[in-house]
């Protein structure tokens, strides 16, 4: 059964071509398995996703790595983070032995690095201010008409 499960993964990604991104691995009986790794093709990156779940299932993490997978691929991301859960893709991360665990499952060997990243505000915390006035918004509205709710 494992070895099925395996090689109809691996036979599904046959069909696609190109430069791809790796999300995990295949789970089956709830482990993890060995090359039987999750990807999403680039040249499918051009619809809509949503991560969407209960607090605690994740969702950050996901967030997390689609983000430094897209950089390590030269694709630029923008991300709203209003916790600031996400600013540690700056530094390289620490390695553990639940990380460990992780990557043995894929082929791919994992290193900590950090990645590129420049902190954008519109309150007056750390990073680089933005600032926008209802006027230039006006520009981009199809109805040129604004309502405030207070």
């Keep these: 059964m494992q070895e099925k499960f395996v090689s109809e993964i691996a036979a599904a990604y046959h069909e696609f071509e190109g430069d791809y991104i790796t999300l ?5 009986n709830g482990e993890a398995q060995h090359h039987a790794e999750v990807r999403i093709p680039l040249k499918t990156l051009n619809r809509h996703g949503l991560i969407a779940g209960a607090t605690g299932t994740g969702k950050t993490v996901s967030l997390q790595v689609l983000a430094e997978q897209f ?39 994992w290193s900590a690095k950090g990645f590129p990243l420049e902190l954008l505000s519109l309150s007056d915390e750390p990073g680089v201010r933005l600032k926008a006035t ?3 918004f006006m520009n981009h509205m199809p109805n040129r008409s604004i309502t405030f709710v207070t």
């Design 24 to 28: 995990g691995a295949g789970m089956l």
């Design 71 to 109: 950089s390590a691929k030269g694709i630029p991301v923008v991300l709203m983070d209003l916790k600031g859960d996400l600013s540690g893709l700056a530094a390289a991360g620490a390695t553990n032995k639940h990380i460990v665990k992780r990557h043995s499952f894929l082929i791919e060997d």
């Design 134 to 136: 209802v006027t230039e």
